[in-house]
């Protein structure tokens, strides 16, 4: 009979505590998680200077809690998701995805299948994210012409993506921080397809099952960003000295848009609005809030003589050049995407468009939620979400090198989706930082650093897409949570929730054990990160597989596959919230399918490791 373990060293009861906040503080959205990454980053260092703790294997150094910057695996997620960012910024797989397309138009059901497992496999060799960006529209606007429903295809496109991630050590971040941590602890380093064969067993019964219950367990869900009629944006018109809007009254302001223009609101000075009585007459420095699709908007500002911008403000040049040089200019819309330098941005701060000299217009923000826009003077404390569209004017050229560069998502039906004279070199380049790797030739740090110098070289991308595709957020949560695991290891903390563990479960049968460490870190995963809790587990797998006598590959196993098995919300992955935004999907939506999905995979991997398929002897 096991007895209930004693009580922690105080300094591993303070270190279980910090991990119990730094997990509530990272399931709170609208705190960011770097800042909470960096407090209890913060927290740990001050923590162990001022307290000194020596363990068994000597005192520990505060500032050991900082290596994590230099971790091998850290840095080599950020290597792949440069080399990711090269295949995305030359388009190269864009006619991939085209031709998919295409083959819709001959069997919708037969496509989707095919998008699923070819989304899958494209997920064992490059972050998701991008992936998903570059399918979503492409995938919308097929659905829109070949009549299929859109909800039965974004989120199962999205969660093959994430069962794909889950075959290669390369797949997810998550895999590569657990292949680090458990070679660390002293484990035999995983190659790259040494636990592909129980996802793939598993994966192709939950795609299978997605595909075929997916368009019948959700409900029909409009596309908000990326629907096929016009999009209704918000934009602010300035009436200037010399509009013909300025003097009359709204009555003769309406007749000169032949009774078309929707004028929601007058402002006359900041932040004081009037009533819109027919007789008001317009000011010089009155604005306008108008709202209408892109054409609209621009037949607005034509006949009014009202920029959208104002032209008194600094930095406003493209504004003042939109009525003299009208047909030189174009119109765009950008879709913010998760991956885009707009996310998170006000317009005022979105130094990309001032680069490409591109002027917001309007913004158009799906569901209920308003969006104003009010001009550089004033400009909007807005940020933009994931699915919002911005309407932008620009010079022909401006437009098309923007979309050219990759950075962000434009939805303008003049430019082609890109694919540039580099778009081969890049596949190549990606094929053989795989390959390299794959047959052992060199470690997977080595060849995904040669990687980003070759796509570098190659001129691939360029240092403002290497800057772009580094994530801060995933670079201080990563460094957070691997000093945090240290401090549970160093401490004994690992050692007591073990036995803790092993108090209530020890009784049960190797697969049931398995089966336990990987319901819990796809419980966890669902609250916070799929890194933070691959690597806050992997080392209690250690501790558990020794505390019961149990091998400890099947455990870490379990614990990789756990924390990429977030289908249950649509907070589990950042992928889950891009299909949310693109598809017009609900929370309980994911349920809906995520569920059975969930319950398919985890009980068909656990069955697997437990028979010793994938593990090796």
């Known amino acids: 009979m096991n007895t209930f373990p004693g009580a922690p060293d105080p300094h591993a009861l303070a270190v279980i505590l910090l991990t119990a906040l730094a997990i509530g503080l990272f399931s709170i959205q609208r705190i960011p998680l770097e800042t909470s990454g960096l407090a209890v980053l913060t927290v740990l260092v001050v923590g162990f200077q001022l307290f000194p703790f020596t363990g068994p294997e000597g005192p520990v150094n505060p ?83 070949t009549q299929t429903s859109v909800t039965g295809v974004l989120m199962p496109v999205g969660f093959a993506t994430s069962i794909g991630g889950m075959a290669t050590t390369i797949g997810t971040s998550t895999n590569l921080l657990v292949v680090d941590i458990a070679a660390r602890l002293g484990l035999e380093p995983f190659g790259m397809f040494d636990f592909t064969l129980p ?28 629907e096929l009629g016009p999009r209704i944006f918000h934009g602010v018109l300035h009436v200037t000295e010399n509009s013909p809007a300025a003097g009359r009254t709204l009555t003769e302001i309406r007749a000169m848009t032949d009774g078309r223009i929707q004028l929601e609101r007058v402002e006359r000075g900041d932040g004081l609005f009037i009533a819109r009585l027919p007789t008001l007459v317009l000011r010089p420095g009155d604005r306008l809030y108008v709202r209408g699709d892109s054409r609209r908007l621009k037949e607005y500002e034509r006949v009014l003589g009202t920029p959208f911008r104002d032209p008194q403000s600094p930095g406003s040049e493209p504004a003042a050049r939109w009525m003299e040089e009208s047909a030189q200019q174009r119109l765009a819309e950008i879709v913010v995407t998760s991956a885009s330098p707009l996310y998170g941005q006000t ?58 560069s990759g950075q962000v998502l434009v939805l303008d039906s003049a430019v082609d989706l890109p694919h540039t004279a580099r778009a081969e070199i890049a596949v190549a380049i990606m094929a053989g930082v795989v390959l390299v790797a794959a047959l052992g030739l060199l470690p997977i740090l080595v060849s995904a650093l040669v990687g980003v110098v070759a796509c570098i070289a190659t001129r691939c991308l360029q240092w403002q897409h290497v800057r772009s595709a580094i994530d801060a957020n995933l670079v201080v949560l990563i460094v957070a949570t691997l000093a945090m695991g240290d401090a549970l290891m160093e401490t004994g903390a690992t050692v007591w929730i073990a036995n803790v563990f092993v108090y209530f479960a020890g009784d049960l049968s190797p697969g ?64 889950n919230l891009m299909v949310m935004n693109a598809g017009g999907y609900r929370f309980t939506d994911f349920t809906r399918l995520g569920l059975p999905l969930q319950l398919l995979m985890w009980t068909m991997l656990s069955w697997l490791l437990a028979q010793g398929v994938g593990v090796r002897n």
């Open 347 to 404: 317009l005022a701060e979105a130094g990309l468009l001032e680069r490409y000299k591109l002027s917001p217009i309007a913004v158009h923000a799906p569901g209920s939620r308003r969006f104003e826009v009010s001009g550089a003077r004033n400009a909007p404390a807005q940020r933009l979400r994931l699915g919002d569209v911005v309407l932008v004017q620009g010079d022909a050229s401006a437009i098309d090198g923007l979309k050219q």
């Open 63 to 145: 500032v050991g809690f900082l290596a994590g910057f230099g971790n091998p695996a850290l840095v080599t997620v950020v290597a792949l998701l440069i080399c990711s960012k090269a295949l995305d910024v030359t388009g190269a797989l864009h006619v991939v995805a085209r031709r998919l397309g295409n083959f819709w138009s001959h069997s919708p059901r037969v496509g989707l299948l095919v998008t699923l497992f070819g989304a899958a496999t494209a997920s064992m060799f490059m972050n998701n994210t991008p992936l998903v960006a570059m399918v979503l529209p492409v995938l919308v606007a097929v659905c829109l012409r």
């Open 199 to 226: 996802v793939l067993l598993a994966g192709s019964a939950g795609i299978l099952l997605i595909w075929l219950i997916g368009p019948l367990v959700l409900p029909e869900r409009s596309a908000p960003s990326l």
């Open 512 to 575: 049931f054990v398995i089966a336990v460490v990987m319901l819990l870190a796809a419980i966890v995963t669902e609250i916070v990160t799929n890194n933070a809790v691959a690597i806050l587990m992997t080392p209690m797998a250690f501790s558990i597989g020794h505390a019961l006598g149990l091998p400890v590959e099947p455990l870490v196993l379990a614990v990789m596959f756990g924390a990429n098995l977030s289908f249950l919300t649509p907070i589990g992955y950042q992928t």
